[in-house]
């Protein structure tokens, strides 16, 4: 097991991760509820996060909690799925902590895919204004991104992730294990958002798609999804308010997010990422920053990781919601795109570009 501090406090923190600096992170681990325990120690009460289908695959986690920890071991479960992303998840959970008398000396931990990590980061951020956080990601997409640099937020019907926080975990624990049980549909979400990862800010990891194996497996994508999160923290690192550089981790995701909102989240998180990443890409080569031999690697190395054909969805039903997008400015779309660094000085500067509605459309199908 291999620990990343990316913070210089010795030890064990007493309190929790009040600041935006960059989290400590556990790859490799092979027994994660044991090493929550060990980081709990001390702390007045815990409440552990989870959908339904991670709690029925996983029983052990919370019992190995209960039994380590002198301390009551809340597990709260919610229904599977984007849907239960919301403020009433958030406020059922501190109601029952309300309940157990819970003080600003508990702990937060998200166990599950990004649903629950993004969860455990608004209820630990809300919670008698902040406790410790500690997340424990099963799938690949969590492992990878979701868990990984404080951003948390829930939905509303207006639009996905439009109420949030910044809510740094005091740890992220990575146990490749959880990985054995997750269905096709959500390894290929997972390795979209990695794929991502690497356009942005890695094109040695863009390469491991390129001799991809025919048949991965836990070892492999494991490898993959560390390669993401240690390049994500390196960019969390140098802008961890997400107002600069960072927003470059939001490629594909204006489109991507109205693609699921206007699907009601009957598509998944990547499948709608991946559409968006191609549409993104499309409209930075009608602008000249993107050469046509990456989008044309892009579009390849996605059909290669499995992703269905585009959604089949009306680009003119996006607009509404892409004009909700938390990026834009002055009432304009942007999307974030990653440009081509010889023809950007900064690229802190050029994080974001402002696209016309017309714009979208013309490269949808592009």
Avoid at 10 to 35: K, M, Y
Avoid at 37 to 47: M, N
Wanted: charged content about 20%; glycine content about 10%; overall charge negative.
């Amino acid at each position: 097991m291999d620990r990343i501090i990316s913070s210089d406090r010795p030890g064990r923190p007493s309190g929790h991760n009040s600041t935006q600096e960059p989290h400590p992170i556990l790859f490799d681990c092979a027994d994660a509820a044991s090493v929550v325990a060990a980081a709990l120690g001390g702390l007045s009460a815990v409440i552990v996060v989870a959908d339904s289908t991670v709690v029925r695959l996983f029983p052990g986690f919370g019992d190995v909690l209960r039994s380590g920890l002198d301390m009551p071991v809340l597990v709260s479960e919610f229904e599977p799925g984007e849907r239960a992303k919301t403020m009433d998840t958030v406020v059922g959970c501190c109601r029952a902590m309300a309940a157990g008398r819970f003080d600003r000396q508990c702990a937060v931990v998200g166990f599950g895919g990004g649903v629950a990590t993004d969860l455990a980061g608004m209820i630990s951020a809300l919670w008698m204004r902040g406790v410790k956080l500690i997340q424990v990601p099963t799938s690949l997409l969590a492992m990878a991104d979701a868990a990984i640099g404080g951003k948390a937020a829930v939905n509303i019907p207006e639009g996905r992730n439009l109420v949030g926080a910044v809510k740094m975990p005091d740890l992220a624990v990575i146990a490749p294990s959880f990985l054995a049980t997750l269905p096709l549909p959500e390894r290929i979400s997972g390795l979209v958002e990695i794929v991502k990862t690497g356009f942005v800010g890695d094109p040695d990891l863009v390469s491991e798609f390129d001799s991809m194996p025919a048949e991965v497996d836990i070892d492999w994508l494991a490898g993959v999804a560390r390669r993401a999160a240690t390049t994500k923290m390196d960019i969390v690192s140098v802008d961890p308010g997400d107002s600069g550089i960072r927003l470059l981790l939001n490629f594909g995701h204006t489109v991507g997010h109205a693609i699921e909102s206007v699907s009601r989240y009957s598509i998944g998180h990547g499948i709608a990422v991946a559409a968006g990443m191609v549409a993104e890409s499309a409209i930075g080569r009608s602008m000249g920053l993107v050469d046509e031999i990456e989008h044309r690697r892009l579009v390849e190395i996605l059909n290669r990781v499995g992703v269905p054909p585009r959604p089949a969805v009306q680009p003119a039903d996006l607009l509404q919601w892409m004009l909700r997008d938390k990026k834009n400015r002055e009432g304009g779309i942007r999307i974030a795109l990653p440009a081509n660094d010889h023809r950007i000085p900064s690229m802190k500067s050029f994080t974001t570009v402002a696209v016309s509605e017309r714009q979208f459309l013309e490269c949808w199908d592009d």
